[in-house]
């Protein structure tokens, strides 16, 4: 069964240290999603691709973190530098089809972030 | 404005006896619905959706929910829960290509 790949699956790092998450969505899925959930919440939305393009990235913090989805497939969401309240696990879900799809969202297992 | 809420924070249930996860929306559209299941320190699994279809979906692992427009509700029952079920629970509706969640609801089962 398909599934959307992540990595690291935990990360620890101190504060104004670099990190960096990959996902690899299932194939063919042209939408591609980046969410923040700490923990006992909800998850938030980071950022949002069609293909290649951003669609929606108005959550995304740009002072530190930056996502790239070059080539259309796998993406990288990137903090630098890191602080405490970036502690959470990063989630990135994949689906097949654009707006007006009603096509589920496919989960990866996550990328546990702690900053010390 | 979209939105979703989840009535619970928490639910607790014997192990054997029947689940309720309360859901209602907020949408100026005919949403599509979803429940997914989260194990701790895992991905989201999607357990059921609604596409304007039958009212009463079936999903996985005996779950099913029932979507009430005139309530504006979409709530997840199970007959008889098992130890396994215990975990978070989130009810996200999707509009355009936007998917929006609520705050979610943890189900811990009492053996």
């Known amino acids: 069964e398909a599934e959307v790949a992540q990595s690291p699956r935990y990360k620890i790092t101190e504060k104004s240290q670099a990190v960096a998450f990959w996902c690899d969505p299932i194939?063919?899925?042209?939408?591609l999603y980046w969410y923040r959930q700490i923990l006992g919440q909800g998850p938030e939305l980071l950022v949002q691709?069609?293909?290649?393009?951003?669609?929606?990235d108005s959550q995304l913090p740009k002072d530190r973190f930056s996502a790239e989805r070059l080539k259309g497939v796998d993406s990288t969401l990137k903090i630098q530098p890191a602080e405490l309240g970036d502690s959470a696990m990063y989630l990135c879900?994949?689906?097949?089809?654009?707006?007006?799809?009603?096509?589920?969202?496919?989960f990866g297992e996550g990328s546990r972030l702690t900053v010390l | 404005a979209q939105s979703v809420t989840q009535l619970d924070s928490h639910v607790s249930v014997s192990e054997g006896t029947p689940v309720l996860l309360r859901c209602n929306y907020s949408?100026?559209?005919?949403?599509?619905l979803f429940w997914y299941v989260q194990h701790p320190n895992k991905g989201l699994q999607l357990l059921l959706k609604?596409?304007?279809?039958?009212?009463l979906v079936k999903g996985i692992n005996g779950f099913e929910a029932e979507f009430k427009k005139s309530e504006t509700s979409f709530h997840l029952t199970k007959p008889s829960a098992h130890m396994s079920d215990a975990a978070e629970y989130f009810c996200?509706?999707?509009?355009?290509?936007?998917?929006?969640f609520g705050t979610g609801t943890s189900l811990t089962v009492i053996p």
């Open positions: 879900a994949s689906r097949l089809g654009g707006p007006g799809s009603t096509g589920e969202l496919f």
């Open positions: 194939s063919g899925h042209a939408t």
């Open positions: 691709f069609q293909d290649e393009s951003v669609v929606d």
């Open positions: 949408s100026s559209y005919s949403p599509s």
């Open positions: 609604y596409t304007s279809a039958a009212t």
């Open positions: 996200p509706f999707l509009t355009g290509n936007q998917f929006y």
